[in-house]
């Protein structure tokens, strides 16, 4: 089935910096790559997602990347601000499969 | 839409005793996922359900779990008997299609003592 690999497990950045989030997957056949916001004690929601046929996704300051070939894709945040800590997950689909989820990454802005 | 709905919010019960979840997704949804959240294991994907019929339950733990989607507005995991690792927090979800946005409930805590 699919793997799903996220790094770094924690990421401490002062407020205005950027921060990047990798994650990894194993299957081919995966298309539908969406990332999750969870803040502490609520449920995980959608903050961008990007399909295969697309290699870059911006919205205001989240931006998406994906490399198909080397499956790999990766969140930008910039100008981060306290707000913004948070856990963040990165998923993946195999065609019209369950998502898998990566690990998680704790994101911790320092005002 | 009230978006996904899930009960108990929260339950505490004891070794051995059944342990029942409850999920309405939202109306239109055709897909319904039951996933569980641990420190250690993260966000793990239990079952899976298109149009009310089981697609994937690779992740469903062992026999001591069951889940079951009646219908189209309504779908129970269940635990029996509940040991003190299943604590943990489950979370329904729902999409138009696998490969869309899941939307989450607020998820149940369950502790089993």
């Known amino acids: 089935g699919e793997n799903v690999e996220q790094h770094p497990s924690t990421l401490s950045v002062q407020e205005g910096d950027s921060a990047v989030i990798k994650c990894t997957y194993s299957?081919?056949?995966?298309?539908?790559f969406p990332w999750y916001k969870q803040e502490l004690g609520k449920r995980p929601q959608l903050i961008i997602d990007?399909?295969?046929?697309?290699g870059e996704k911006k919205d205001q300051r989240i931006a998406v990347t994906l490399n198909k070939t080397a499956k790999h894709f990766s969140l930008h945040i910039t100008e981060t601000q306290p707000e913004d800590s948070a856990v963040y997950f990165c998923?993946?689909?195999?065609?019209?499969?369950?998502?898998?989820f990566g690990s998680g990454t704790r994101l911790q802005v320092q005002p | 839409d009230a978006g996904v709905i899930q009960s108990p919010r929260h339950e505490v019960t004891e070794m051995g005793q059944e342990v029942t979840l409850r999920c309405k997704p939202i109306?239109?949804?055709?897909?319904l996922f039951w996933y569980r959240q641990t420190m250690m294991r993260g966000l793990e994907l239990l079952i899976y359900?298109?149009?009310?019929?089981?697609?994937?339950d690779s992740g469903m733990p062992e026999d001591r779990f069951s889940a079951k989607m009646p219908n189209a507005s309504f779908s129970t995991l269940k635990i029996q008997p509940s040991e003190p690792r299943d604590s943990a927090v489950y979370f329904c979800?729902?999409?138009?299609?696998?490969?869309?946005?899941?939307?989450f409930g607020q998820g149940t805590r369950l502790t089993v003592v």
């Open positions: 359900f298109n149009n009310n019929v089981p697609i994937d």
């Open positions: 998923a993946a689909d195999r065609g019209r499969r369950a998502l898998t």
């Open positions: 979800a729902s999409s138009r299609a696998a490969n869309t946005e899941a939307f």
């Open positions: 109306s239109g949804h055709n897909s």
């Open positions: 299957d081919s056949a995966s298309n539908y």
């Open positions: 990007i399909r295969s046929n697309v």
